[in-house]
Each structure stands twice: as structure tokens, then as C-alpha cells.
């Protein structure tokens, strides 16, 4: 995964194009670990917004995520974004949701499919 993004951050002429934002549902002191995890990985160093139990109380996974995209749209209005996430959680009913309210600003959706053994 982080090769790929790798790929699509430095565009075709090896220069940096894509800015990514790297929503989390851990909670925010999970940061350190996050951001750990990112740059061993080698992926491209970008924004991590994780969770904030104490902004409203117990939000769900989607509110967080939902709150997260919906805030990063209407401050970059002209940004177009590409939506990734996994199967695992409930990416696909989202970013389809989002798609219909944002549709100018989406460029496209990848969803990871998760292949284990208790999936």
C-alpha cells in the first residue's frame, strides 16, 4: 500500500502532487504509534487526524470519518480528492454517501479489499 501511495504523492515526473489526509479512528493518544507506523512503512508524509474522544463525547467511526472529509471539502473547495479505505469498516456506505453530496470534489473512490482468515 504505502508503495503505491508513494507512487501517486510524487506524480509521474517523481515531483510531489498529491497531498494526502490520513483520517484514523484511534483516538488521539494512539498519535505517536500512527505516525510511527507511517513513516517506517515509508508512507508519504502527510496530515494525521485522529479521533477526538473529548470533542463531542463518544462519536461513531463513521461521524469521525464523516465529520473529518465533509471539514477538509468545505475548507479546499477547489481541491478535487481521491477517497481510499478498506472494506473492513463501513468506507464503501460513506464515501458513496459523500459522493452524492460532493460530487464535483471526487475524483475517484478505491476501496482495499481485506483478505484474512477471519474476514
Do not use: C
Not at 498529491?18 to 498519535?31: D, K, M, Q, T, V
Not at 507511517?38 to 461521524?63: A, C, H, M, S, Y
Request: charged share 30%.
Amino acid at each position: 500500500m504505502s508503495s503505491w501511495l508513494q507512487a501517486l504523492h510524487l506524480g509521474h515526473i517523481g515531483k510531489r502532487k498529491i497531498r494526502f489526509f490520513y483520517i484514523s479512528n484511534s483516538p488521539r493518544n494512539y498519535f505517536g504509534y500512527l505516525t510511527k507506523f507511517l513513516e517506517i512503512n515509508q508512507f508519504p508524509k502527510d496530515p494525521v487526524l485522529p479521533k477526538d474522544w473529548g470533542r463531542k463525547g463518544e462519536i461513531t467511526k463513521l461521524d469521525h470519518k464523516e465529520e473529518e472529509i465533509k471539514r477538509l471539502f468545505l475548507t479546499s473547495p477547489d481541491l478535487p480528492f481521491i477517497l481510499l479505505g478498506d472494506i473492513a469498516g463501513d468506507d464503501p456506505i460513506l464515501y458513496h454517501a459523500i459522493s452524492k453530496k460532493y460530487p464535483k470534489q471526487i475524483l475517484s473512490i478505491y476501496i482495499r479489499e481485506i483478505k484474512h482468515k477471519r474476514r
